[in-house]
T-cell receptor
Framework: AQSVAQPEDQVNVAEGNPLTVKCTYSVSGNPYLFWYVQYPNRGLQFLLKYITGDNLVKGSYGFEAEFNKSQTSFHLKKPSALVSDSALYFCAVISWSGAGSYQLTFGKGTKLSVIP | DSGVTQTPKHLITATGQRVTLRCSPRSGDLSVYWYQQSLDQGLQFLIQYYNGEERAKGNILERFSAQQFPDLHSELNLSSLELGDSALYFC????????????FGSGTRLTVV
């Protein structure tokens, strides 16, 4: 079964510092990986995805993620954190569910707090 | 506004009761997915419909059921509610069945007392 793991429940970073939110994956075949963000009392919003191609993927709001096949990781990064980046971040992978359908399987989420 | 509408936003009900959560997908999207978000379990996939047909089931309890209507809106029915069913229930929609291009609604927060 396809799965992702987010080893940190919470990440704290000072405003202006670089941030990293970690994700590792376990899949058979080529992974299709995603990052989503959830702000309080809101639904999940898409940040970026890796399907194929360059290992460094750029997404919304200045975020990027690095796909590393040897380490089976897909860490989310941003060079300079903003207080407004404080939110819950989810890593996800596409999973085959049969009958010609796929769905996203999510990690447990990492709460990012950016401290002013 | 993501284009996916979920109602109601909040629901408080007693144990043993039955509730219905409603989701209207984004215009043009044929797939609807239901997820449950709780503190201890994270985001759990419940069920998927595509153009009125059930396509996949995840960790959905037998007390829960869903359907997608001809106008493509979907309803998630939760019955014999227990305290542990308290959670955020999200609906997402996509154009096809490939797992790409999910758009999430803002969720229904269910509290069972």
């Amino acid at each position: 079964a396809q799965s992702v793991a987010q080893p940190e429940d919470q990440v704290n970073v000072a405003e202006g510092n670089p941030l990293t939110v970690k994700c590792t994956y376990s899949v058979s075949g080529n992974p299709y990986l995603f990052w989503y963000v959830q702000y309080p009392n809101r639904g999940l919003q898409f940040l970026l995805k890796y399907i194929t191609g360059d290992n460094l993927v750029k997404g919304s709001y200045g975020f990027e993620a690095e796909f590393n096949k040897s380490q089976t990781s897909f860490h989310l990064k941003k060079p300079s954190a903003l207080v407004s980046d404080s939110a819950l971040y989810f890593c996800a992978v596409i999973s085959w569910s049969g009958a010609g359908s796929y769905q996203l399987t999510f990690g447990k989420g990492t709460k990012l707090s950016v401290i002013p | 506004d993501s284009g996916v509408t979920q109602t109601p936003k909040h629901l408080i009900t007693a144990t043993g009761q039955r509730v219905t959560l409603r989701c209207s997908p984004r215009s043009g999207d044929l797939s609807v997915y239901w997820y449950q978000q709780s503190l201890d379990q994270g985001l759990q996939f419940l069920i998927q419909y595509y153009n009125g047909e059930e396509r996949a089931k995840g960790n959905i309890l037998e007390r829960f059921s869903a359907q997608q209507f001809p106008d493509l809106h979907s309803e998630l029915n939760l019955s014999s509610l227990e305290l542990g069913d308290s959670a955020l229930y999200f609906c997402a929609s996509s154009e096809g069945t490939g797992g790409y291009g999910y758009t999430f609604g803002s969720g229904t927060r269910l509290t069972v007392v």
